[in-house]
């Protein structure tokens, strides 16, 4: 089966940058990204905080089937509704250091809307350990939950 999340990621650079068609308008995608109820439910995580706003942040937590659990946060530092976020991800407990996101939310029709995210890591290294893992696979499973627990909200 195709995954519709797709991945540009060039050798030798420390970034990536994946792209999403959603079958919804932009205003539930980029919902999905902001509201605490709704993040929980596609990103399988327990939302600690999330102050959608600029200068705002996010902690998260999930746990694993060992029942450990692992922490992400970050800080917000551009957001402009339903247009654009930009903001940190950080792995806590983890050698992959600070990466920085850049969240793009485009209208394509008044149903369809497209996500891009521009991800840039402190190194080439830390990148390539990323796409090591189920990288690809776990964001497009995430994301297929995240059209189809949207679509509820139509």
Do not use: C
């Not at 990536?16 to 995608?29: S, W």
């Not at 990103?43 to 694993?64: I, N, P």
């Amino acid at each position: 089966m195709e995954q519709k999340t797709k991945i540009d990621a060039q050798n030798g650079k420390q970034e990536i940058h994946i792209t999403r068609t959603f079958d919804l308008p932009v205003e539930l995608l980029f919902k999905a990204y902001v509201e605490p109820e709704i993040v929980e439910q596609w990103m399988g995580t327990k939302v600690l905080k999330l102050e959608s706003r600029k200068h705002g942040g996010y902690q998260f937590e999930t746990t694993d089937p060992r029942g450990n659990k692992h922490g992400f946060n970050g800080v917000i530092h551009e957001f402009t509704h339903d247009q654009r976020i930009t903001r940190t991800f950080e792995m806590e407990n983890t050698p992959f250091g600070v990466q920085l996101e850049y969240l793009q939310f485009e209208k394509l029709s008044d149903t369809s809307s497209k996500l891009t995210m521009h991800v840039i890591y402190p190194s080439v290294e830390v990148r390539d350990q990323i796409l090591a893992m189920p990288f690809a696979q776990g964001i497009n499973m995430a994301h297929n939950r995240l059209q189809q627990i949207v679509n509820q909200l139509k």
